[in-house]
């Protein structure tokens, strides 16, 4: 599925305190393609992230992904983009504290409108395929943070989504549970054809693992819009 966002800006704040997060990006990812993207703290990798997976609004600017025109959703419709065309995966996991790994994985089903006993059916399947069978009732709390990272790959795949949207998946892991996520994605990725966006201050992850880097440099592109550069 292709993404494309068309002089996209973004800022934070007040009149007096605005941030300008992003300057007039323009980027075209194709479908299948595995984008890195890098730049320093601070440089609008993640507000362009959020954006391109519909969590958040561009000030101005076109957002298209598939034949969406995110830009023009509904707050619903955009609620549904997320869920059936994406996946995400953050640093932090942002697993449900309350709830058990089985459950963080239903969650995306939930809207799907598949009854109960095949979400969790699918939700086991899913904890299953990242190797954590034996954690199923398991609560964040009680998981590793490799753990924790699988559970949230599962989570994030099992919609199947035609988008994979990584926002430094491996920040929080070591070197080995690093590859093992990593991995996971990458599976995901070439098995069903979707795009991925990664964002990563890792140089050697991201030339491992994309076909292509886009560096930010203060909310604007520096390098690598184009596949062509
Ligand atoms: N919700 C927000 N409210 C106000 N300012 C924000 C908000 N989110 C981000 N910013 C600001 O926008 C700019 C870009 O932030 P962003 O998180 O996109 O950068 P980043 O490249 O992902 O950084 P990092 O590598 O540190 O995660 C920063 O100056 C940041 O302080």
New binding site residues.
Partial sequence: MTIRAVDVRKA??AKGAL?E?LRGVSIEVAGGERVALL?K???????LLNLLGGLDRPSSGGLHVGGSDLHRLSGREMARFRSTTVGFVFQSFNLIASRTAVENVELPMVFTGRPRRERLAAARGALESVGLGARLDHRPDQLSGGESQRVAVARALVNRPRVVLADEPTGNLDSQTARQVMALILDHVREHAATLVL?T?DEELAAACTDRVVR?VDGRIASGALDRE
């Avoid at 703290?41 to 507000?47: F, V």
């Fill in positions: 934070y704040g941030v997060a730049g703290s601070g440089s609008g990798k993640s507000t964002v201050h930010l």
